[in-house]
């Protein structure tokens, strides 16, 4: 039983057969492009779509709108201490405004950057700004079957080899992102954290963490990594961090907020450089495109991330999600992650070819059928890397019931049976940028 209720309902409606058909068909077959008023069960992304606690609709009451010093920078400063155990902090309008602000001041031309795995913003801010990314994931990621607690970990052996190949010189910046979202959610252990940051400490590169889930992740350690089982998960996100130099932050995640992120860092040097940027590019450095009410729930979330039993009925509802999925013999990536549970469209649909995009023709039927939005993490979103063709049903938080769930499962049920009915997809809209195609591009069914 959940150990909350619901204090605010808002209603949704399921549009007929006929006006899904037309939506997916209006909106160029990419889910991106659909009105919202049109998706009946929203698992696009669980990115600042959950619902707020009564607390932090509370502290939006106390949000202080001064444009420079205001105290809801120092409570949520004081939050990300306490936390996470970083002395300086820039706030962000969210998650890739952070990316933007810290890989701008620390990435040149010509540098390459290794990650356990990059997602979309990431990828695409480090090759705005001339670099390479480049993903070392565990070669226990390749395999969706194998129940293996830790598939998110950075691949050591994979991060020495690219140190061979471009020379340590080239790596200002080693990242590694908890949980691994680009790997279907996988977590990484407290052991691969230490091993990464040595890694990097090896080559004289910074260490930063992509921190949108560290709740997620300490919660799996402390299930799953000898060592931690008594260990409380406020306790092991502290130490998390205490091996890296800096972090990126969307608080749409694991700050339990709608918008908002941050960068931190230890380096003084590195935050007077970051400030200057978010000046530039977010707003003054203890506002940074944020209203005082955001940033005062954000410092709220933070703390209640990590506090039981939050992140428990969180990690459990998505594993839920993927037991009822896994009893229609639907095929999901195991185990499940920490906010998603992966489809495998490639075994769905294995008459499609990769070229036509299996995974955004799961996305599009998925909605044909019940009206619920996923998307693709495969060819579509991440063109050229060798990866599996993934859909994520990033559930948001404190949101949906079990009721939805089972909708969302019978509808994957009923796209499972009429697999043979569907073909390909190709492109015939794309943005310049193909790192970020999957957010605007338009597609057509394959012409025959």
């Known amino acids: 039983m959940r150990s909350y ?28 492009n659909l009105d919202a008023r049109d998706v009946y069960i929203d698992l696009l992304t669980d990115s600042g779509t959950g619902t707020m606690s009564a607390d932090q609709w509370a502290a939006m009451i106390r949000g202080d709108e001064a444009y420079a010093g205001s105290r809801s920078f120092n409570n949520l400063a004081d939050a990300v201490r306490d936390v996470m155990g970083f002395e300086y902090v820039v706030p962000t309008h969210q998650g890739r405004g952070a990316e933007n602000v810290l890989y701008g001041v620390l990435l040149e031309e010509g540098d390459v950057i290794p990650n356990n795995s990059h997602f979309d913003t990431t990828r695409a801010h480090i090759v705005n700004q001339g670099a390479e990314p480049v993903d070392c994931p565990s070669p226990a990621s390749r395999d969706p079957n194998s129940n293996e607690s830790f598939k998110g970990n950075f691949d050591i052996d994979a991060g020495y080899a690219l140190v061979e190949e471009v020379g340590a010189d080239s790596i200002p910046v080693v990242v590694l992102t908890i949980t691994n979202n680009s790997v279907a959610g996988q977590p990484v252990s407290m052991a691969n954290i230490r091993a990464t940051a040595e890694f990097a400490r090896d080559i004289d590169a910074m260490f930063v963490i992509d921190a949108c889930r560290f709740a997620e992740n300490a919660h799996f350690i402390k299930q799953h990594e000898a060592g931690y089982e008594d260990t409380s998960v406020a306790e092991i996100a502290r130490e998390q961090f205490e091996h890296a130099d800096a972090i990126t932050m969307s608080g749409k995640k694991d700050a339990l907020v709608n918008i908002g992120g941050f960068t931190a860092m230890r380096d ?7 400030k200057q940027r978010a000046i530039l590019f977010e707003g003054f450095p203890t506002y940074g495109g944020l209203s005082g009410r955001d940033i005062e729930a954000m410092a709220v979330g933070l703390r209640e991330a990590v506090t039981p039993p939050y992140v428990h009925e969180r990690v459990e509802q998505v594993g839920e999600l993927g037991d009822m999925l896994s009893e229609r013999d639907v095929p999901v990536y195991l185990p499940t992650g920490g906010h998603a549970v992966y489809l495998d469209a490639g075994e769905i649909f294995s008459h499609i070819p990769k070229e036509h995009f299996p995974g955004q023709v799961l996305v599009c039927a998925l909605y044909r059928e019940g009206g619920v939005r996923g998307v693709e993490l495969g060819e579509f979103a991440f063109p050229g890397a060798e990866r599996p063709d993934l859909v994520r049903l990033a559930l948001p938080r404190r949101t949906y019931s079990r009721e939805h769930l089972e909708h969302i499962a019978e509808t994957a049920e009923e796209v499972m049976e009429s697999a043979h009915e569907y073909d390909g997809l190709e492109i015939v809209e794309e943005p310049p940028m193909k790192e970020l195609r999957h957010f605007s591009a338009k597609l057509e069914p394959v012409s025959e």
């Open 5 to 32: 209720k619901a204090k605010m309902v808002e209603p949704i409606e399921l549009p007929s057969r006929e006006e899904r058909e037309a939506a997916i068909e209006e909106a160029g077959y990419n889910v991106f």
């Open 268 to 274: 003084e040097t590195v935050f007077e450089h970051a």
